[in-house]
């Protein structure tokens, strides 16, 4: 079956009151056999976790002190907290996920989170303090009528997008979050691209790029940001991220004349082949593999029925 390489961090470690995911830190003793748990559903393959707004903070350190012991990455949601999200770079998290929610970060925090060694996933598709990046995306571009998505995506799931948000462009800050990423990136901080899973999933992770190119990141950082920069915050870099001998071979391969060295959000989603593990198939022809064997169909499930024009079209 083709489809897109999969990571999964296990069951997220979660402050709130879900029974399903709460998770409670009282020692050092709690915080391995969180865990243990979570290597346990993984086996050899676990090497991180989701930490997600787990109070006080003497829990998140707990959690950092074994974590450390266990050779695991430690990854947070911001939660909407400036605070919290501070502690979480003085702390010595993996990682930041999802904007601060102030958007426009001063020479106070920006040496602050360069000295931290952390890295940042601002997630302007979600951005925090104030309207999410996604419904400008949703408002200036016709997703649900966008015809490689309508070939690849239920039709269900489109047409849940017809009726968007409108608002002007003063009212989201995801223009200020990506500039003082940019900055961020300027002083080498890893600044990463993620899209939260939101539908339609693999699109935004597209429109985030567009949306950190807008913030003033140079297109070859944004896609550096996409591809080796977050296999390194996720200690996937031995693996994927790049071109290199040994590494598992998934490439993006554009048709002539695409240069997302120049302008990356112009045309990042629009790639002619893609390769998995070595196996080749063409996105134009609906999955045909072309390589190792040549002309190889996808049986792929008739999720829409054939033919049907576009949303509001006829």
Same mark, same amino acid.
């Given at each position: 079956?083709?489809?897109?390489?999969?990571?999964?961090?296990?069951?997220?470690?979660?402050?709130?009151?879900?029974?399903?995911?709460?998770?409670?830190?009282?020692?050092?003793?709690?915080?391995?056999?969180?865990?243990?748990?979570? /290597?346990?559903?993984?086996?050899?393959?676990?090497?991180?976790?989701?930490?997600?707004?787990?109070?006080?903070?003497?829990?998140?350190?707990?959690?950092?002190?074994?974590?450390?012991?266990?050779?695991?990455?430690?990854?947070?949601?911001?939660?909407?907290?400036?605070?919290?999200?501070?502690?979480?770079?003085?702390?010595?998290?993996?990682?930041?996920?999802?904007?601060?929610?102030?958007?426009?970060?001063?020479?106070?925090?920006?040496?602050?989170?360069?000295?931290?060694?952390?890295?940042?996933?601002?997630?302007?598709?979600?951005?925090?303090?104030?309207?999410?990046?996604?419904?400008?995306?949703?408002?200036?571009?016709?997703?649900?009528?966008?015809?490689?998505?309508?070939?690849?995506?239920?039709?269900?799931?489109?047409?849940?997008?017809?009726?968007?948000?409108?608002?002007?462009?003063?009212?989201?800050?995801?223009?200020? =979050?990506?500039?003082? =990423?940019? /900055?961020?990136?300027?002083?080498?901080?890893? $600044?990463?691209?993620?899209?939260?899973?939101?539908?339609?999933?693999?699109?935004?992770?597209?429109?985030?790029?567009?949306?950190?190119?807008?913030?003033?990141? =140079?297109?070859?950082?944004?896609?550096?940001?996409?591809?080796?920069?977050?296999?390194?915050?996720?200690?996937?870099?031995?693996?994927?991220?790049?071109?290199?001998?040994?590494?598992?071979?998934?490439?993006?391969?554009?048709?002539?004349?695409?240069?997302?060295?120049? /302008?990356?959000?112009?045309?990042?989603?629009?790639?002619?082949?893609?390769?998995?593990?070595?196996?080749?198939?063409?996105?134009?022809?609906?999955?045909?593999?072309?390589?190792?064997?040549?002309?190889? /169909?996808?049986?792929?499930?008739?999720?829409?029925?054939?033919?049907? $024009?576009?949303?509001?079209?006829?």
């Amino acid at each position: 079956m083709y489809g897109p390489r999969v990571y999964h961090t296990g069951n997220v470690l979660y402050g709130s009151t879900q029974p399903s995911v709460y998770t409670e830190i009282n020692s050092l003793a709690d915080a391995r056999d969180a865990l243990l748990r979570i /290597k346990e559903e993984g086996v050899d393959s676990s090497f991180t976790v989701k930490s997600y707004q787990l109070v006080p903070r003497s829990a998140r350190q707990r959690l950092l002190l074994e974590a450390a012991k266990l050779g695991m990455l430690v990854v947070p949601e911001g939660g909407w907290s400036f605070d919290w999200g501070l502690t979480y770079f003085i702390d010595g998290y993996t990682s930041q996920e999802h904007s601060l929610p102030v958007p426009e970060l001063y020479d106070d925090v920006l040496s602050l989170v360069e000295a931290s060694g952390s890295s940042y996933t601002p997630l302007a598709v979600m951005n925090y303090g104030g309207l999410f990046g996604q419904h400008w995306i949703h408002q200036n571009e016709d997703i649900p009528n966008d015809a490689k998505l309508r070939k690849y995506v239920r039709h269900d799931i489109l047409e849940s997008l017809i009726e968007v948000k409108q608002a002007p462009n003063s009212s989201y800050l995801f223009f200020n =979050t990506t500039r003082s =990423t940019a /900055k961020l990136a300027r002083r080498g901080v890893r $600044t990463n691209v993620g899209a939260h899973g939101e539908q339609p999933i693999g699109h935004l992770c597209h429109s985030e790029m567009k949306m950190m190119a807008l913030g003033g990141q =140079t297109p070859y950082s944004v896609l550096r940001s996409a591809t080796i920069g977050n296999a390194i915050s996720l200690g996937l870099q031995s693996s994927v991220g790049s071109i290199e001998v040994g590494k598992l071979a998934d490439i993006v391969i554009y048709p002539p004349g695409v240069n997302n060295v120049q /302008k990356v959000w112009k045309r990042s989603g629009h790639m002619k082949f893609v390769m998995r593990g070595g196996i080749v198939v063409s996105v134009e022809d609906g999955l045909v593999e072309l390589w190792p064997r040549n002309d190889r /169909k996808q049986a792929r499930s008739p999720l829409n029925p054939e033919g049907v $024009t576009g949303v509001g079209k006829t």
